[in-house]
């Protein structure tokens, strides 16, 4: 994929914390992130990572009742989407960025029928008339797969790759520019999850989607992504193209993530997994958050200032050996 | 649906018979002599009272009166004579069951009128201040007993400010204050339930989804969330409807309103039995109506149920 | 709603979703939940708990000892005193036969206590151990006992309550068995609910598969598991038992006089209102603020023993 301009869509240093009881939970620190047209990102972290505390920050959908703050800037096609009034934002959701959700038994209205959740968005981002609407619903319906005749049909009515396929037909609806996948797999039976990644895919080519595909299967990520990165408690750890990151992993959280992946090529007497815990997120840290658990820790990781380190053009990694020593 | 109709009839009936059967054993293992009562106070010989026996059937084995008196309920809609006066129970039921009926309903359609907009709207705007207001004086409300309330009511409203009858059941305005009295703790549950029920669906997955559509808020509120809300909420409405039927029986007693409530309460002073079994049984029917109507809504308004029972020839596809 | 949760200056402006949430601030992060510690906490940390504790306390030792520390008898009438407005000689004061409100109103706590605490009680644990054979043996004994205990439930709880008063006639402990039977369903129910949830979990299953023995699990997983929304019923229970008591006292069915039961009381003079409202409206108020501590004491109860059981 090459780049056909300017990056459209950019995360300046987002920052969210929830609250939780009686903590404060800082579920992502100062995340930045770039993305050009058409272009796909893979976002790579372990559970609790934050992954998908991002994607639902970038359409401000984030659980209202828990969030404790969010600063930083998200901005879409030059505008600010966090500084967005109610009727922008409106506009942009659904329209511009869309999200896939990770869990389709729960992301679909009980009570309404598929064709009409499909329908409602695009009806009221085109103002155009039912009927219009409902036959775009049908054809979404079609190019993921489901035949116009369960269109009129409910949620519990279909298995769990069907909703998820449903879920992705609302979700393209309107040919959004940018279209946010938070996991869409992983609720799926493993023979289902092949489908329906080809066909996220596919769609992504046909309409020329940007994406941001949120994952912890660094499978998925080579199968589909042009650039990665890889959060480690709420922070971006390492990112670059994805024959960066893939070929020369820097930081030790990748490098340890890579080693934990069965190769078919090697023969291995076992599988080294990563050692530890990821720390606690209502502690602030100083120093290296990973530090806890590398294998590579010395004196000068507690004083680390967790900036970037530039490896190579567009390479980063948040680790001070990366400058210094060979990569 | 018709199975689904037919499916809760059937459960209803024997549950109906049952009650019947439970009423006339417990009230027959009352202590007291029925024959006595029907005489009256003062002094009866043993010759009168076994007469009065032989007439009331009381000397018949205990299994033939059951079966007799259940039988008449439920093919003749017959509930027997009152022993006191001997007027006809199924009459006087019928008679007073209008004023009853007034003060439930008018209350349930208070109860949803102020509820359901009250409740999506703490909900919608959770710990805001008119919500911990809306909590605060719902709790409170909630441990107001009916009678209290009602006697409030007729102090202010009747003695102090002469605005509304206190007492009888002359014309609507008479059910004003009953009205009120007798949905102010049940509005006060069902605003909370309401509240609790709208909260829970805001917060799922569904309506985030909506949200990502672009959808307004309003819509997503109303057109999203409510409906999903509403579900469970028209169960709560039923119960609340049945509770306020038995909640009248108090207000009656306090605004001398003659209705069925009144009349259960005298009969039991009055240990008028047959009449006091009679009127309980009379409210399970109404009752058992009232859940049977709520259920069939409810299976109306969730697709899931709906499914479930949709004619056979058409079968629910569980796979795609 | 989603609109308005971006505070974008970071930290300035502090947005609370909810204030409950904000209450548990001042519990020890340290303390587990679940705990009991946690759960005394959480209730400690509870305004309305706090409340409730402090008045149904004052309300069970001002009861015991109104025959002591009351200037007068809460029988003794005084034909001279009858109907006087409160004043320094009677605080709350005196009813149309001369007694004095005050007495009489400590001295009825017990009967809305007793009342309300005995007969949740009675239908707690013949609720619970219906509820418990239901949802253990399943089959035909839980359709049997469901179907059995549908009959109760045909029934507005008032009206079934009723019907019991008019079977065993007046008087406290005929008042406990009235309400205590008319309660059994919810109970058993609840029960039931309780154990099928639990039953159906993974823990139960991964205790079944490592031969952990049936008392055992019964013992360590389903009681403690199962008894959280059954103390939460109980409070609320005995709410509804305290104020159900005093509408069958005050309907003639329940308690009667010369005992002073609150409700009972309001019957008796309920006719003065006009002239004497103070005889109605202070026996009133005392039903109110019982029936809110123990609902008070209920919520507080949801919230520290389920964590994810809050609005």
Not at chain 2, 202 to 217: C, H, M, N, Q
Not at chain 3, 278 to 283: H, Q, R
């Amino acid at each position: 994929m090459t780049e056909k301009n300017e990056a459209f869509f950019e995360i300046q240093n987002l920052t969210v914390e929830y609250h939780s009881g009686n903590a404060i939970i800082h579920a992502v620190n100062d995340v930045s992130l770039s993305l050009s047209q058409g272009e796909t990102l893979g976002l790579v972290g372990e559970t609790g990572a934050g992954k998908t505390t991002i994607a639902r920050a970038i359409l401000r959908i984030l659980p209202e009742h828990s969030v404790e703050s969010v600063s930083g800037k998200v901005m879409f096609e030059g505008k600010d989407i966090l500084e967005m009034n109610a009727r922008d934002l409106h506009d942009l959701r659904g329209r511009d960025i869309s999200m896939i959700f990770q869990d389709p038994m729960t992301a679909l209205n009980p009570v309404k029928t598929v064709i009409s959740q499909i329908a409602e968005g695009y009806k009221l981002h085109h103002g155009c008339p039912q009927a219009e609407a409902n036959e775009r619903a049908i054809k979404m319906l079609e190019m993921v797969g489901i035949g116009a005749n369960r269109a009129y049909e409910y949620p519990h009515q279909f298995s769990g790759g069907m909703k998820q396929r449903v879920v992705i037909a609302l979700a393209l609806a309107c040919s959004p520019k940018l279209l946010l996948a938070d996991e869409p797999t992983t609720a799926l039976d493993v023979t289902i999850q092949a489908q329906v990644l080809d066909l996220i895919k596919d769609l992504r080519d046909e309409l020329g989607t940007a994406m941001i595909l949120i994952t912890h299967d660094l499978g998925v990520v080579a199968d589909i992504c042009d650039k990665v990165a890889v959060i480690y408690a709420g922070r971006i750890i390492e990112s670059g193209t994805k024959e960066d990151v893939f070929d020369h992993p820097a930081h030790p959280y990748t490098q340890g993530l890579f080693a934990a992946l069965p190769d078919l090529e090697k023969e291995v007497e076992r599988l080294s997994p990563i050692e530890g815990l990821p720390p606690d997120p209502s502690v602030i840290r100083k120093g290296c958050d990973f530090m806890e658990r590398c294998p590579h820790r010395c004196d000068r990781c507690t004083s680390f200032d967790n900036n970037m380190v530039e490896l190579s053009t567009g390479h980063f990694s948040r680790c001070y050996r990366t400058g210094n020593e060979e990569a | 649906m018709a199975r689904y109709v037919i499916k809760r009839l059937l459960i209803m009936i024997p549950t109906m018979i049952a009650v019947g059967v439970i009423m006339f054993t417990l009230m027959n293992f009352v202590p007291g002599d029925p024959a006595q009562l029907a005489l009256g106070s003062g002094v009866h010989t043993t010759a009168e009272i076994e007469a009065k026996r032989q007439a009331l059937g009381l000397d018949r084995p205990f299994l033939v009166r059951l079966g007799e008196y259940v039988g008449n309920i439920f093919l003749r809609f017959d509930f027997g004579k009152s022993l006191i006066d001997g007027t006809d129970i199924k009459w006087e039921l019928m008679k007073r069951f209008p004023h009853t009926a007034k003060i439930a309903i008018f209350s349930i359609i208070l109860t949803v009128v102020v509820g359901l907009p009250l409740g999506i709207y703490t909900a919608v705007h959770a710990n805001s201040a008119g919500d911990r207001a809306s909590l605060f004086v719902t709790l409170l409300f909630d441990c107001m007993p009916s009678f209290w309330t009602a006697l409030l009511l007729v102090l202010l409203f009747s003695l102090k400010l002469k605005w509304l009858p206190s007492s009888g059941a002359k014309s609507l305005s008479y059910f004003i204050l009953p009205t009120i009295a007798n949905s102010l703790g049940g509005l006060a549950g069902f605003t909370r339930q309401v509240r609790a029920s709208m909260l829970e669906v805001i917060r799922s997955d569904y309506v985030t989804t909506a949200r990502s559509k672009g959808l307004p808020e309003k819509d997503v509120i109303y057109g999203h969330a409510l409906p999903n809300a509403l579900i469970p909420i028209l169960t709560v409405i039923g119960m609340r409807f049945g509770s306020m039927l038995g909640g009248a029986t108090i207000i009656e007693v306090v605004f001398s309103i003659p209705g069925i409530g009144q009349y259960l309460v005298n009969s039991i002073n009055n240990r008028d039995y047959n009449a006091c079994t009679g009127g309980i049984i009379f409210i399970a029917f109404t009752f058992a109506v009232i859940m049977l109507l709520t259920d069939l809504l409810y299976a109306f308004a969730d697709p899931r149920i709906k499914a479930q029972y949709e004619s056979s020839n058409k079968k629910v596809k569980k796979n795609g | 709603m989603a609109d308005h949760t971006h505070n974008k200056k970071g930290g300035g402006h502090h947005h609370r979703g909810h204030g409950k949430k904000g209450k548990r601030h001042h519990i020890d992060p340290g303390i587990k939940p679940g705990s009991a510690k946690y759960i005394w906490a959480s209730i400690s940390h509870n305004k309305g708990a706090i409340f409730g504790m402090v008045f149904l306390t004052a309300m069970i030792v001002l009861s015991l000892l109104s025959p002591v520390i009351c200037r007068y008898n809460y029988a003794a009438t005084d034909f001279e005193m009858m109907k006087s407005w409160p004043s320094i000689k009677h605080l709350f004061g005196t009813d149309d036969l001369g007694r004095d409100i005050l007495s009489r109103v400590l001295y009825g706590a017990r009967y809305t206590l007793i009342i309300g605490i005995l007969s949740t009680l009675l239908s707690a644990v013949l609720g619970i151990l219906l509820g418990a054979c239901a949802g253990y043996f399943g089959g035909v004994i839980d359709a049997a006992l469901m179907r059995f205990l549908d009959i109760f439930q045909a029934f507005p709880s008032l009206v079934l309550a009723m019907a019991f008063c008019a079977v065993f006639g007046t008087g406290i402990d005929k008042c406990i068995y009235a309400l205590g039977i008319t309660g059994i369903p919810g109970f058993a129910r609840l029960m039931r609910a309780n154990i099928l949830r639990i039953r159906n979990t993974e823990y139960i299953e991964a205790a079944t598969t490592i031969n952990c023995p049936t008392w055992k699990i019964i013992l360590q997983h389903i009681i403690p598991n199962a008894v959280s929304p059954v103390i939460v019923e109980i409070a609320m229970g005995i709410s509804r038992n305290g104020l159900a008591s005093s509408s069958l006292s005050f309907l003639g069915l329940g308690v009667q006089e010369p005992r002073p039961e609150w409700g009972a009381m309001l019957a008796s003079t309920r006719n003065y209102i006009r002239d004497y409202p103070y005889m109605v409206i202070i026996p009133g108020i005392f039903i109110v603020f019982t029936v809110l501590s123990f609902n008070l004491l209920g919520d507080a109860f949801r919230d520290a023993l389920d964590p994810n059981f809050r609005d």
